[in-house]
């Protein structure tokens, strides 16, 4: 079954229509007072973690707790992670993170610079549709499967840098350490849910590197504790390109193509992608797509304010190089960091797979959007009008759901009923003739 | 078979809501199961139509019916029409005013993008009342 990593706090969910309103694939309905997460629809981009007033929507990430499972445990922090801490180095942060219990830490900024390595080179070689479209999002590449399947064939076919981190990190552990596979635990600390999903549910590859991830917020605090007692220092390996990936626009940079162009908050992605589907944008190489403000550094599961943790992760790249990170992998078979299993295009817009039946029902949709109120209040449970006569010819809703219906529907009834109250029986009031 | 049809009015120049029916076109050919391929040829020939309207003609409407088998787009205006239509076949050739081409469009790429989108294009009408043009892509 397919793995949601945003799921709902049913205790905490006051059934209030704000979620419903905001995601971007109104995949939320409210039903019997609490949202009700339809999964096939949901991109886990996490939009509704941010807007719920009640926090109710929650992120599930792994339990810390699950490393003791392993002998050799590796943390490969996401580089947003160091532009979540006020006066702390990568080196700090790093030494501080391993600490935690862990027995080495490997940089996913590093995996990010051999990510940008690899697309440097390989579109030089390869043959790509332009633009050529960023796999590195999770939400986005699931966006592209839902709405945009004809430009599936833009998606850069390159792993995502935390599966490469993972990649390497567990390769090298096992020479290193002589133990099997299952023995090495290999954990992410993700800024979001996107991530958390797509390795239970990998894009792209048979099955992820990664054995858990953690929610940045619990290893936040986590190192925070630690920072105190830290001692031996670690020193990063990752340039300034890898730690860029961060924010909107690192990888782009990283990609040394002439025309990239980046956009982040997933609504404009959505805006933008439409524009690369019309053919509007085919001067473009290079597009990389977020679904969160400001990049990795916006996701739900930070904690600093994202311009804040962006300003800081541009102050810590100063201090870096450009190209030291690469050079071991310089030589590296770029074939064991592409992606080999082919997308699908999702179905799940589809009314129904027979087109005719499709056409039948869109045509009963338009007749019921017409006789709705087309407020969007959300009152029913649907984000807007037009969702609820979806959900009506689907079967999911009833044209009483919407609040204004049933009110006019009631008010018929009752003037109804007035009429037949004033009515008398003749046995008491009538004076009518009696015809033969 | 009823097909199921929608219907656009297209104002002139108003570029800040230009492309909205074909965007809503696009979604509803989603919804309809149609192949992702032909979505993508059908989108790109009502945008370009619709974009027509918007730049050259003093106002019209897009019409789309959707049948199980094949895609018509009908795009009618009153304008200028057409003066020299080999002309305006030609990629590159476009009579679109100084100050659109700043904004960013009238590439004079628009008439041979539907016709190399769409399976077959008729321009009904090009003379001095109005253009209206026909184009269906089959599947």
């Known amino acids: ?436 | 078979m009823k097909p199921y049809t929608m219907d656009f009015d297209v104002k002139a120049r108003d570029f800040s809501s230009a492309g909205e029916s074909s965007s809503k076109f696009r979604k509803t050919l989603l919804m309809l199961s149609i192949p992702s391929d032909i979505v993508r040829r059908a989108s790109i020939a009502a945008y370009e139509a619709e974009m027509n309207i918007v730049i050259h003609s003093y106002g019209g409407k897009m019409h789309f019916e959707i049948y199980s088998d094949k895609i018509v787009i009908i795009a009618e205006d009153t304008g200028p029409g057409i003066k020299d239509l080999e002309l305006a076949m030609k990629e590159g050739y476009s009579t679109a005013p100084k100050e659109v081409i700043e904004m960013g469009f009238g590439a004079g790429m628009g008439l041979p993008n539907m016709k190399r989108n769409a399976d077959t294009m008729e321009i009904v009408n090009h003379d001095e009342s109005g253009t209206k043009i026909v184009m269906t892509i089959n599947f």
């Open chain 1, 1 to 436: 079954m397919y793995f949601h990593s945003v799921t709902l706090d049913r205790d905490r969910c006051k059934g209030c229509t704000n979620c419903i309103k905001r995601c971007p694939t109104e995949a939320i309905r409210v039903r019997d007072g609490k949202a009700k997460i339809i999964k096939e629809k949901c991109i886990d981009c996490g939009e509704c973690v941010r807007v719920c007033p009640y926090h109710a929507k929650v992120v599930v990430t792994d339990d810390i707790g699950m490393m003791e499972n392993y002998k050799y445990k590796i943390a490969l922090p996401a580089p947003s992670l160091y532009g979540q801490f006020k006066d702390m180095t990568i080196g700090d942060i790093l030494t501080s993170l391993q600490s935690c219990g862990f027995d080495e830490v490997f940089e996913v900024a590093y995996a990010a610079d051999i990510v940008s390595y690899i697309t440097r080179n390989i579109v030089k070689t390869k043959d790509y549709k332009r633009p050529i479209i960023s796999s590195a999002c999770p939400a986005i590449v699931r966006l592209i499967q839902q709405r945009f399947p004809s430009l599936m064939d833009n998606i850069l076919d390159i792993m995502p840098p935390v599966e490469v981190a993972g990649k390497i990190a567990r390769d090298e552990a096992k020479k290193k350490t002589g133990l099997k596979d299952e023995e090495i635990g290999v954990f992410f600390v993700s800024p979001c849910a996107a991530k958390v999903t797509s390795v239970k549910n990998p894009i792209g590859i048979e099955k992820s590197y990664i054995n858990g991830v953690f929610s940045m917020r619990d290893v936040y605090s986590m190192i925070l504790d630690k920072r105190k007692f830290v001692e031996k220092k670690i020193d990063h390996t990752s340039s300034m390109i890898g730690v860029g990936w961060a924010n909107a626009g690192g990888e782009s940079y990283g990609t040394s193509l002439e025309n990239c162009l980046f956009v982040d908050g997933i609504q404009n992605v959505i805006g933008v992608l439409e524009d690369i589907e019309l053919g509007k944008l085919d001067d473009i190489d290079f597009f990389e797509g977020l679904a969160c403000v400001g990049g990795c550094v916006g996701g739900p599961l930070t904690v600093a304010n994202n311009f804040v943790a962006r300003n800081r992760i541009m102050k810590l790249k100063e201090k870096l190089n450009k190209d030291e990170a690469t050079k071991k992998y310089i030589e590296v078979d770029f074939n064991e960091f592409m992606l080999n299993v082919k997308l699908k295009k999702s179905d799940v817009l589809n009314l129904d797979e027979d087109i005719d039946k499709a056409i039948d029902m869109m045509n009963s949709i338009d007749e019921i959007y017409k006789s709705l109120p087309g407020l969007d209040c959300g009152s029913c449970g649907s984000p807007g009008c037009r969702a609820l006569a979806e959900d009506i010819v689907k079967g999911f809703a009833s044209e009483y759901d919407c609040i204004f219906k049933l009110k006019d529907r009631i008010k018929i009834l009752a003037e109804e009923i007035n009429k037949l109250s004033i009515k008398i029986p003749p046995v008491i009031g009538s004076d009518k003739e009696v015809k033969p």
